[in-house]
C-alpha cells in the first residue's frame, strides 16, 4: 500500500505533555510467554496495581484482541507476525497518549518482538520475559488447550507444534514456576520505580 499521499498531522499536545499532567511516564510492558506461563493474570494485576497507585494503565491481551482488531488472524508464522505488528502499532498509540500499556501475546518469535521494540523510542519498550517450563504450562493448562493440542484437535499451537523462541536480553525475566504472582508484580512495579517511570507519591485526582 502506498503511503505516498498520505500526510501525517501533528498533534499540539505531546507526550510529554500528557506524561506532565498524569506525573508519570509512558511506557509498554510487553509481557511474552508460553499459553498458560502467567501473561494474562500478570497483566491485569499489574493494572490493578498501577490503578491504585494513581497511574493510568491499560491492558492489551492476546485472546482479547483476536476477538475484534485481529479477528481475521490465525496462528501462521505470517499472522503471528502481522498480529504483533498491529498490537505494536496499537499500543504506541496508548504510550503516545500517555499511557502505560501492558501488552500480554505470546508472541513467540524474536523477530517479530525485535520488530515491535523497533517501532519505539530507546526506553519506551520494556520486554518481560514470562518464563515458564513447558510442565508445567501443560500441568495448568487453564483453558484446556494443551490437552487439545497433544490430540491434534489445535495445529501449530506453541510449545506443542509451533515454536517459541526465549528473549536473550529481556529488561525483565519473571519465573512464574519459581515465584507467586505478588513478588512477581512487585519485581515489575521495582523495575518502573527504580527506572522514574512512575512515582510513589501520585497524588489521587478525584
Ligand atoms: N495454535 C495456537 N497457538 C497458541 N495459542 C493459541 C493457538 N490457538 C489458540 N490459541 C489461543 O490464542 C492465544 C494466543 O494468542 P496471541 O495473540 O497471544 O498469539 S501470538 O502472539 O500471535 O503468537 C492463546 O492465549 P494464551 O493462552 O493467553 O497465551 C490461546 O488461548
Ligand atoms: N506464579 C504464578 N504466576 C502466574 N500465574 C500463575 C502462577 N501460579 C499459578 N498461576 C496460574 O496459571 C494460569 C496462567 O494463565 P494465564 O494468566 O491465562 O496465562 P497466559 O495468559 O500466559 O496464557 C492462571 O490460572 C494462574 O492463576
Redesign the pocket.
Known sequence: MSEQHITWHPSQIGREDRCRLNKHKSCVLW?T???????????YEIEKELFNLNCRSYVL???NIRHGLNRNLGFSPEDRKENNRRIAETAKLFVDAGIVTVT?F?SPYRADRDMARSIFGNGNFIEIY?K?SLGECER?D??GLYKKAKAGEILEFTGISAPYEPPLRPEII?E??R???SE?VAQILDFLLFHNYIFKEIPDRS
Do not use: E, F, H
Open positions: 509481557l510467554g508460553l499459553s498458560g506461563s502467567g501473561k494474562s493474570t500478570l497483566a491481551d492476546g485472546d500480554a505470546i514470562v515458564c495448568r487453564p483453558k519473571i512464574s514456576d515465584q507467586p504472582v512477581s
